[in-house]
């Protein structure tokens, strides 16, 4: 069955630090991964990534896949406040797209 | 346990007809949020149900877009008279406790609808 796996399930840091949050898949027929920052309503698009290895960046994040391991991070640097959401990563297939169960980042001032 | 499913998983359909897509949300959650990702493009907000609140309609894209949520369960959108641009995998998510509480949304599997 596929299978999307986020890491850290939480994350409390302070502003200026750095994280860098995990996501693993276990999918047939991969064919992208997604980056979303959800704060209330609907998830904000980060990152598509599709090819291994190829770092896509954004401001203070940014985010790269590793085909080989089957993994991608998030990586976000001088941490806000305004950062404080949740993370979630999607993996889209041939056959559906699949949800983790994403990272609750809280920045604290 | 078991967690969010939706039905059908895929649904090819003419251009014209209805189809009706149906959520499972986990057993407990008062909040359901139905998304559809088209392709190349972002998640796309459509509507929210809380418990016996009035939903949160401010997503649907047209007045051929609708929702039920019965007893506060499942939940079954409606698209009538579907167009090509209708179509995209139709996510639903469910939750405990109100939106922006930061809780969790779990999603489902989705519904890959093709409007032919």
């Known amino acids: 069955e596929d299978k999307v796996v986020q890491s850290p399930l939480s994350l409390v840091v302070h502003e200026g630090d750095t994280v860098t949050l995990n996501c693993s898949y276990e999918v047939t027929n991969f064919r992208s991964l997604l980056w979303y920052k959800q704060e209330k309503k609907a998830p904000t698009f980060l990152f598509m990534l599709t090819s291994s290895g190829i770092e896509k960046k954004s401001g203070r994040l940014s985010s790269i896949l590793d085909k080989k391991e089957l993994s991608s991070i998030l990586n976000i640097t001088a941490t806000q406040t305004g950062d404080s959401a949740i993370y979630l990563c999607?993996?889209?297939?041939?056959?559906?797209?699949?949800f983790g169960a994403g990272t609750r980042l809280t920045v604290k001032p | 346990g078991a967690g969010v499913s939706q039905s059908p998983s895929n649904k090819v359909t003419e251009k014209g007809k209805d189809v009706e897509l149906r959520c499972d949300p986990i057993s407990g959650h008062t909040a359901l949020y139905w998304y559809r990702q088209s392709l190349g493009q972002g998640l796309e907000f459509l509507i929210y149900f809380q418990g016996n609140s009035a939903p949160d309609k401010s997503g649907l894209p047209s007045d051929r877009f609708s929702a039920e949520r019965t007893g506060g369960s499942v939940s079954t959108l409606t698209i009538q008279r579907t167009q090509q641009e209708d179509s995209a995998v139709y996510l639903c998510?469910?939750?405990?406790?109100?939106?922006?509480?930061?809780?969790?949304?779990?999603f489902g599997p989705g519904t890959r609808l093709t409007v032919l």
């Open positions: 999607a993996v889209l297939s041939n056959n559906d797209m699949r």
């Open positions: 998510a469910s939750k405990w406790g109100l939106a922006g509480g930061g809780d969790t949304q779990y």
